[in-house]
């Protein structure tokens, strides 16, 4: 159902004002209050919040989920010292980046002081998240609190309960210290809105932190969260995961609840949107889906697939085979992408682990059936969003909405048709991956490292997942070195996509970013490809 249209009840410029306040008041509830930031601030700015924060705060934040977790349950930390901690880092980093929508100072120590007691008493913790903080995505719905999906117009739309997926996790004993930001449509490879701004990669402000997710990667990049709560439809967990040198996990459809989520179309399933973390470790991936799923979310949410978690078992009667996927016959990846590629293969042939050239199957084709699925209203709902409020159109919202030629408003017989064509590219590289006989697929997650602001245009390296929903994790392996990455002249572009891509390679701005890569699993396949990531990081010393 469309917003309704009507005359904006007062100028959009008003309502990202209060926005922006509302954001800076809660931050201005720390007390203490968090430092001041230095003048004249590097481009690189993942340094500053240790020089600048408490010894005992630096301690905290550096550590990974499981540690963290491993201090609480045995008493060496408490619930408050945690949140604390983790409350001053995230105000730092969004002072750093732009990344939150609002902290939660009250709720988080309220929560966390509850935890404290509750350990006092019983001596054990509260669950098995007990005293963690985790930060949400603001499109996740929490009882009383705006819920605006990054459109203007809906900044007053209100839950009237927590989400599925927090009310699981708070019963588990999980601390939700802050929300993050994501873009206007949240149908960005960038996190752009017109209410919070641009949320900048903390390895180089002229860079996006990736999107939609994109206030939870530039957030945890900067350790401000050790666990955070993203979505992806399209790449939004996996792109801003890569782009700030994080873990990130798109889990198959339907294992994670997204009940409670203020998802703007909602019921247009032709592609399943999901849930799903990000992380400074991949210990926090698996903490957060077996927490989950184990809850048996099933039981009160018919649409999830009924399915616990699985302890995978690496094959002990041959080695593993792993597929690479060099480029998917469309757009060739920058310089550092396949150098991360052949360190990656290189060191699992020497350690023993079958490595399988993967070819690519018509993905051309896959993006033509994913982008006529997205917006099968022809974008009604999500143009009447933004244009009903004034707002001005954000440069990636008109690119996905006006100028991509898939976009249109399908009858039931054009939507019947793209459906078939959807389950048939289904079924095709199902039979397309048997031939390979492969376990795991190892590929890049993007047409190249972190972009410059309102030029990430190919999504192809994630969104392929999607159509098929597959499982997909993004790791770090190294980082661009402009000495070493060179573009090379590799004779005619493989398309038009591939010729603009080229003409993005910039060795100077993007030296010293991350490189990441992603490990794909077919359908259900969630425990599988963390399992063997687990694996291969310590068999091969990932990252570089």
Same mark, same amino acid.
């Given at each position: 159902?469309?917003?309704?249209?009507?005359?904006?009840?007062?100028?959009? %410029?008003?309502?990202? #004002?209060?926005?922006?306040?509302?954001?800076?008041?809660?931050?201005?509830e720390l007390s203490p209050s968090a430092p001041s930031l230095p003048p004249n601030l590097p481009k690189?700015?993942?340094?500053?919040?240790?020089?600048?924060l408490?010894?005992?705060?630096?301690?905290?934040?550096?550590?990974?989920?499981?540690?963290?977790? #491993?201090?609480?349950?045995?008493?060496?930390?408490t619930a408050v010292d945690v949140t604390n901690a983790y409350l001053r880092r995230a105000a730092v980093a969004q002072r750093l980046v732009n990344c939150i929508t609002e902290l939660l100072p009250s709720r988080a120590v309220k929560q966390a002081e509850e935890l404290d007691a509750y350990y006092r008493e019983h001596q054990r913790p509260m669950g098995p998240l007990h005293g963690l903080p985790i930060s949400v995505k603001e499109h996740i719905g929490f009882k009383g609190l705006r819920c605006s999906t990054g459109y203007v117009s809906q900044y007053d739309r209100i839950?009237?309960?927590?989400?599925?997926?927090?009310?699981?996790l708070q019963e588990a004993g999980a601390v939700f210290h802050c929300r993050t930001t994501e873009p206007q449509t949240m149908m960005h490879l960038e996190t752009d809105s017109n209410l919070w701004g641009v949320t900048n990669n903390p390895y180089n402000k002229n860079l996006t932190s990736g999107g939609s997710s994109g206030g939870e990667g530039a957030l945890i990049s900067l350790h401000g969260s050790p666990?955070?709560?993203?979505?992806?439809?399209?790449?939004?967990?996996?792109n801003p995961a890569a782009n700030c040198g994080i873990y990130g996990i798109k889990p198959t459809a339907f294992r994670i609840p997204t009940d409670g989520w203020g998802y703007a179309m909602a019921g247009a399933d032709a592609i399943d949107s999901v849930l799903g973390p990000l992380s400074t470790s991949l210990s /926090?991936?698996?903490?957060?889906? #077996?927490?989950?799923?184990?809850? %048996?979310?099933?039981?009160?949410?018919?649409?999830v697939i009924p399915m616990p978690w699985r302890d995978y078992q690496l094959p002990q009667d041959r080695p593993l085979r792993i597929g690479v996927l060099w480029h998917d016959g469309v757009v060739r990846p920058h310089p550092p992408i396949t150098r991360a590629l052949n360190m990656v293969t290189e060191e699992l042939q020497r350690n023993g682990i079958e490595v399988v050239d993967f070819k690519p199957h018509l993905h051309d084709e896959a993006w033509a059936i994913i982008s006529s699925l997205y917006f099968t209203d022809g974008g009604a709902w999500d143009s009447e969003a933004i244009d009903s409020s004034g707002e001005p159109w954000r440069p990636l919202s008109k690119w996905i909405l006006k100028d991509n030629p898939c976009v249109k408003n399908l009858s039931v017989g054009e939507m019947s048709y793209w459906l078939e064509e959807r389950e048939a590219y289904r079924k095709e590289y199902a039979l397309h991956w048997n031939k390979f006989n492969v376990d795991l697929l190892?590929?890049?997650?993007?047409?190249?490292?972190?972009?410059?602001?309102?030029?990430?245009?190919?999504?192809?390296?994630?969104?392929?997942?999607?159509?098929?929903?597959?499982? /997909?994790?993004?790791?770090? &392996?190294?980082? &661009?070195?402009?000495?070493?990455?060179?573009?090379s002249d590799e004779g005619k572009p493989l398309s038009g996509h591939d010729k603009d891509n080229r003409k993005l390679w910039d060795a100077e701005e993007f030296h010293g970013l991350p490189v990441c890569l992603q490990l794909v699993g077919r359908r259900f396949d969630d425990e599988k490809i963390l399992a063997v990531l687990e694996h291969i990081t310590s068999l091969v010393g990932l990252p570089f």
């Open positions: 159902m469309a917003p309704k249209t009507a005359k904006p009840q007062r100028p959009w %410029q008003e309502v990202a #004002k209060e926005a922006q306040d509302y954001r800076d008041s809660t931050i201005a690189d700015v993942t340094a500053i919040a240790d020089e600048i408490h010894g005992n705060t630096v301690s905290i934040t550096s550590l990974p989920p499981d540690e963290i977790l #491993k201090l609480l349950s045995t008493g060496q930390l839950p009237n309960e927590d989400a599925h997926v927090l009310q699981i666990l955070g709560i993203g979505s992806d439809v399209g790449g939004s967990i996996r /926090g991936l698996k903490l957060f889906m #077996k927490t989950i799923i184990d809850a %048996q979310p099933w039981l009160t949410e018919p649409a190892l590929t890049p997650v993007g047409p190249g490292v972190a972009p410059k602001h309102n030029t990430a245009k190919y999504w192809c390296y994630t969104s392929q997942w999607n159509l098929l929903d597959y499982p /997909g994790v993004v790791f770090p &392996v190294t980082k &661009v070195d402009k000495e070493k990455d060179h573009l």
